[in-house]
């Protein structure tokens, strides 16, 4: 997802203290969605301003709770600050109805054995997958896994697709920097399989595993897809 789209994301969903909108500060999160952390000379180089500039954006929305700072040595002179993005930050982008689905998930796992609310997960990841199918058509991988973006973004999820870097590779890397189902999966790991289970039956002509996962403290969720004929080669 580009930074442009990312950043009409958040403008969407906050102003700054003042009432006045802030395209630097709005940018600076969407990076920092992407990235998981930057320090402020990333981002001012990235955002073409000077660091100054960019440690003033850093600290306001520091003062509103909306990134933090870790700072880290790389040899010798002053530490540099790594900065973040807060719960609250990660608020500012949108996260779908999930208040109505964790009710709902909470009712049903309070109803129903395990197995009978893990079945249900697999039909919907089935049903799911059909209707992706049908919207991405046939083609090439790479158009399928775009198409697949564009319809993850319309979701919710700020999502984005890269070649996958590995020697030889034939296929695609699949993140997710925004997660609409993210506190459903705090409180319900399962869903996570279910996501991973979605993006397989999608691709029935792929290889899919999971190689980021913000569960396990990464800054985005992936799956790298490869040709299942590639992958046998």
Not at 22 to 42: I, K
Not at 165 to 176: K, P, V
Not at 210 to 218: A, I, N, P, Q
Request: some cysteine.
């Amino acid at each position: 997802m580009s930074v442009t789209a990312l950043t009409a994301t958040v403008q969407a969903n906050g102003v700054e203290a003042n009432g006045a909108p802030s395209p630097t500060r709005d940018a600076a999160l969407a990076l920092l969605l992407r990235h998981g952390q930057c320090t402020a000379a990333d981002l001012a180089n990235q955002l073409g301003v000077s660091v100054q500039v960019m440690r003033r954006h850093l600290r306001s929305l520091e003062d509103d709770r909306l990134v933090e700072a870790s700072p880290s040595s790389a040899g010798p002179g002053r530490p540099r600050n790594h900065w973040r993005l807060t719960a609250k930050g990660r608020g500012r982008f949108p996260d779908g109805s999930e208040h109505f689905a964790l009710g709902l998930m909470e009712s049903l796992a309070g109803q129903l054995p395990a197995v009978a609310v893990q079945s249900l997960l697999e039909q919907q990841a089935r049903q799911k997958a059909d209707a992706y199918r049908r919207h991405i058509g046939e083609g090439p991988l790479e158009t399928r896994v775009q198409r697949l973006v564009e319809l993850r973004r319309r979701e919710g999820y700020a999502a984005e697709c890269t070649p996958d870097n590995g020697i030889g590779s034939q296929g695609w890397i699949l993140s997710e920097f925004h997660c609409s189902v993210m506190r459903i999966a705090e409180r319900f790991p399962c869903i996570c399989d279910q996501e991973l289970q979605l993006i397989r039956h999608t691709f029935p002509d792929c290889s899919v595993e999971r190689v980021h996962w913000r569960l396990e403290k990464g800054h985005s969720c992936g799956f790298r897809l490869i040709p299942n004929d590639a992958a046998t080669a």
